[in-house]
Nanobody, 125 residues
């Protein structure tokens, strides 16, 4: 599967933005999906994950209550709705995919086999 993330841009602190990740192919519903981010000078970190059906989601603590991951399998797209943005949310955001199996998510990037190119979110204070 090929992934393309988009939707980033410049957002004011406290504002919202929705990222999208479009997947190629007709088997999108076979993949569990995740979002990661990488801020300048920092390692890439897990943000959120969603199961292949959309029935299960998981978030890192720092974004709980502010970010929402969702997916539309009919559109081969996964979303990350980001609200109440903080300057520390600024990063390049990546979507990632793994074929569904025994585990539906991990916070380790090694778990995910396919990656999008990233989209930059800048948060102004």
């Amino acid at each position: 599967v090929q992934l393309q993330a988009f939707g980033g841009g410049l957002v004011q602190a406290g504002g919202s933005v929705r990222l999208s990740c479009a997947a190629s192919g007709r088997t999108f519903s076979s993949y569990n999906m995740g979002w990661f981010r990488q801020a300048p000078g920092k390692e890439r970190e897990f943000v959120a994950a969603i199961s292949w059906s959309g029935g299960m989601t998981y978030y890192t603590d720092s974004v709980k209550g502010r970010f929402t991951i969702s997916r539309a399998n009919s559109k081969n797209t996964v979303y990350l709705q980001m609200s109440s943005l903080k300057p520390e949310d600024a990063a390049v955001y990546y979507c990632a995919a793994v074929v569904k199996g025994a585990s539906w998510y991990r916070t380790s990037e090694d778990f995910y086999k396919y990656w999008g190119q990233g989209t930059l979110v800048t948060v102004s204070s």
